[in-house]
């Protein structure tokens, strides 16, 4: 038995990745960050303290078992580590790399609290991309059940959700408008941050599973929600078409010609390839001074995108400080060292026209911070008199998304105020066998939390079908204790056998 | 659930440069309905270009589309697109129906590429028990398609060509003039084709508040309401063709705002163009029988480099 482990004992200095250099990399869209090599892993696994109470394990939104994982990499058991991480997170590859570890369970790590926290992301990076290296792929004992299960949107959500659907024997498939699968991770995640190879092994492993992929299928308008479950034969539908009706900023000159969405923008290059036009047929708009409005992680990858696609001079426009800006601090910590110009407490009152219906610059206005507002952060405050102009040709838009109104235009599911389907604490809609999980029911939000949602999902399906797996307390006698009018206890038949 | 590998299974030209695919799709041709798009891929290097749905059949299961060879995509599609091809995808029925409402007495207009669109819903309304006027314009006789499906499913039919060579001389607005005067008591005019020509339609009913829907083109990527390249000014509202239409009230789109975004690409997609031309006569100085293996005709071929000289594909639409 090892010594135990102190907060003094262990390496104090967090593990540093390799990164390509920021002036190279900005004319690429290979990899930012080249993960961990077998020794960087091992060294980063000796920081983990292996503490009791696992504060890491709850900031996690789907509970992946971090100290037992860390434990194995240490042991240096790169298999068994990638199986513990796989009986709760499918996608390890990608998550290592997209989710915004530090408000999660680097944000909670003990060891945080006076170093560094233990790099847990990119330990998780190391482990899937190993797997892929490897070929490893755990497929599970897979007890084939008679029910069939819909899937509307193949993005984190709808992938979460497939993976354990499959696993419990149902007969999945997913439907995908765009042709090809991935949803977000595929048309807004650019490959430098989320290598397109990195999703398609991820895809393949479903497959291997045998979760079936429908692409060009548009659910709503090909078929409805409602004839998936009276014509088609599907026993549960799960909607995780996401949130991707981005928002405009509503100033004079939004529709000039230079004015774009970040979705659109990234869906060119990433997806459609407009990077590689002509030998791609989508033309990329392509600046050459360029300016970014907001600061998420969507606003952060247009602005490294822009740089890649070879603009001269790219700006982030921010109405707040950097303090507040959603984006994860790694995201704009690359923007910056790439050559990124922020302007932070800055807000756009107009585009400005080049007389022929072109953008030629921006005016904005200085901000300062005022009281708190519902959000909790500091509203930003126009400074009177302020105004300034600026030149710019290309103006990227990444101010956040709405509610898709597709599945409201087409279905029976209720929908909250905003137009997000409303979905209760299980994730059921007011459709029976309909559930509902990611950024449509609550709106933008992160990969993780979205598979997350995806595989709360999940669960509730299981139940609602009466499936019963080992994952899956007796869900029974709620304070309710009937579902969609029926005893719960009722529905909670043991698992079908099918001969 | 039938899927479909996107096959063509007929194909018709109309002139050198209108083509008409039929594209095997059951389970589209199922849930298809007037006024409604697709967005389609010819293959995996492809754009993503919306077409209007030309008509459909449940009974044969295909989606038809009448397309105009103005663009790269689509005239390599000209090329490319033979009975027993597949196309790389095809996704929809997608945006909102049009409302093939209670209107007694109707006037469908089409223009150009709008002739072939405009044809499900003068049907649709038809089989609302509506009285039907079809306006149809082309530059010349030559062009002309389709007017025997449409004689059949109207009550009236005027066809209009810029140099008189078939039906009336003149504009679809002189059409639109002729049924006006002919008839006081329209109750509604859908209108498809170039945005100036629909532009020039709302404005010849605008004094007579004759409610007049227009069927908008904007350029799309991916046709789900997702990247917001489709939108558009009506009255004081910006709404995005794609999920929010396509059908707009005319006398409300701001077509001058229109015509501006689709100009947006022009620079790019012409040299896309050149580029590609560039490439398909080198084909032909190495060997002309890979285009005769294509099928294409000597006519065809000259037509084709005739073409390359077309300005932007709007500008010579009738009503313009």
Redesign the interface.
């Known amino acids: 038995m090892a010594k135990k482990k102190t907060i003094r004992s262990i390496p104090q200095e967090r593990t540093p990745m390799r990164e390509q250099d920021p002036q190279t990399r900005a004319k690429n869209f290979e990899e930012v960050a080249c993960g961990y090599s077998l020794e960087d892993a091992a060294r980063e696994s000796e920081r983990c303290l292996m503490c009791p109470d696992e504060p890491c394990i709850s900031g996690c939104p789907v509970g992946i078992d971090i100290p037992g994982f860390i434990q194995k990499i240490n042991e240096k058991n790169f298999r068994g580590a990638y199986d513990i991480l796989t009986d709760t997170n499918l996608l390890p590859s990608i998550c290592g790399r997209v989710c915004p570890q530090e408000n999660q369970c680097e944000g909670v790590c003990t060891v945080g609290d006076s170093l560094e926290a233990v790099a847990i992301g990119r330990l998780e990076r190391f482990v899937g991309d190993t797997a892929i290296k490897e070929g490893w792929v755990n497929i599970p004992y897979i007890e084939p059940n008679r029910f069939k299960v819909g899937i509307v949107g193949s993005g984190p959500a709808g992938m979460a959700c497939a993976a354990d659907m499959a696993k419990a024997g149902c007969d999945v498939t997913v439907y995908e408008a765009f042709h090809q699968p991935g949803g977000v991770l595929k048309y807004g995640i650019p490959d430098f941050r989320l290598p397109n190879e990195v999703i398609d092994a991820e895809i393949n492993n479903l497959k291997k599973f045998g979760v079936k992929f429908e692409c060009n299928t548009l659910v709503g308008r090909l078929f409805t929600i409602e004839q998936m479950i009276d014509e088609m034969g599907f026993n549960a539908v799960f909607v995780g078409v996401g949130a991707g009706y981005p928002t405009m900023l509503n100033i004079p000159g939004d529709s000039l010609n230079g004015v774009l969405s970040a979705n659109e923008m990234l869906t060119r290059c990433n997806l459609m390839r407009g990077r590689d036009f002509p030998n791609f047929d989508t033309p990329q708009p392509i600046g050459k001074r360029v300016a970014v409005v907001g600061a998420g992680n969507t606003a952060m990858d247009a602005t490294r995108v822009s740089l890649r696609l070879g603009s001269e001079k790219v700006y982030c426009v921010y109405r707040r400080s950097r303090t507040e800006a959603p984006a994860r601090a790694e995201e704009v910590h690359h923007a910056e060292q790439e050559g990124v110009e922020f302007h932070w407490l800055t807000a756009p009152v107009a585009v400005l026209d080049d007389g022929k219906g072109n953008v030629r610059g921006m005016r904005c206005v200085r901000m300062e911070l005022g009281e708190p507002d519902d959000s909790g952060r500091r509203r930003p405050v126009p400074v009177a008199g302020s105004e300034f102009d600026f030149e710019a040709d290309l103006i990227i838009y990444a101010i956040g998304t709405n509610a898709n109104p597709i599945m409201g235009q087409t279905s029976k599911l209720k929908l909250n105020k905003w137009g997000y389907i409303g979905a209760d604490d299980k994730l059921a809609t007011s459709v029976a066998g309909v559930f509902a999980g990611g950024d449509i029911v609550t709106g933008a939000a992160t990969v993780i939390e979205a598979m997350g949602a995806g595989r709360r999902a999940a669960r509730s399906m299981k139940a609602y079908l009466g499936i019963r797996d080992a994952g899956l307390p007796y869900i029974g006698g709620d304070g309710a204790g009937t579902l969609f009018g029926i005893d719960t206890r009722e529905r909670n038949f043991a698992r079908v056998r099918v001969a | 659930?039938e899927?479909s590998n996107?096959e063509i299974v007929a194909r018709e030209d109309f002139s050198d440069v209108t083509y008409l695919l039929e594209v095997r799709h059951p389970?589209?041709a199922k849930?298809a309905k007037p006024g409604?798009f697709v967005i389609v891929?010819l293959n995996e290097?492809?754009?993503?270009i919306p077409l209007t749905i030309a008509d459909f059949d449940q009974k044969k299961g295909t989606i038809t589309l009448v397309i105009q060879a103005v663009g790269?995509?689509t005239k390599q599609m000209q090329q490319e697109c033979r009975v027993g091809t597949r196309l790389?995808?095809?996704?929809?029925?997608?945006g909102?129906p049009s409302p093939v409402s209670h209107a007694k007495k109707v006037v469908c207009v089409g223009g150009g590429l709008g002739v072939a669109p405009i044809f499900p819903q003068a049907r649709g309304f038809k089989e609302a028990g509506a009285y039907v006027i079809a306006i149809l314009g082309f530059r010349n006789k030559d062009l002309v398609f389709w007017e025997d499906k449409f004689r059949a499913c109207c009550d009236e039919l005027i066809l209009c060509t810029n140099d008189g060579s078939a039906g009336m001389k003149g504009m679809i607005t002189d059409g639109i003039k002729v049924a006006l005067a002919g008839h006081s008591d329209i109750d509604e005019v859908v209108a498809i084709g170039p945005p100036v020509m629909m532009k020039a339609c709302a404005d010849a009913t605008r004094a007579a508040k004759i409610k007049t829907m227009v069927s908008v083109n904007p350029i799309m990527?991916?046709?789900?309401?997702?990247?917001?390249?489709c939108?558009v000014?009506v009255g004081d509202q910006?709404k995005?063709a794609c999920?929010?239409g396509p059908d707009f009230d005319g006398h409300l789109v701001d077509f001058d705002?229109l015509m501006?975004?689709l100009?947006?690409?022009t620079k790019?997609?012409k040299?896309?163009h050149e580029?590609?031309s560039e490439s398909c006569r080198m084909t032909k100085q190495v060997g002309p029988s890979a285009l005769d293996a294509l099928g294409l005709s000597k006519k065809g071929r000259a037509a084709q480099s005739e073409l390359l000289e077309l300005p932007d594909p709007f500008e010579d639409a009738p009503g313009g």
Request: glycine share 14%.
């Open positions: 659930m899927t996107f389970l589209m849930a409604q891929m290097h492809g754009e993503r790269k995509t790389y995808g095809m996704v929809g029925p997608m909102i990527v991916d046709g789900t309401g997702m990247c917001g390249g939108r000014k910006v995005f999920v929010d705002d501006l975004r100009s947006r690409y790019v997609e040299e896309a580029r590609w």
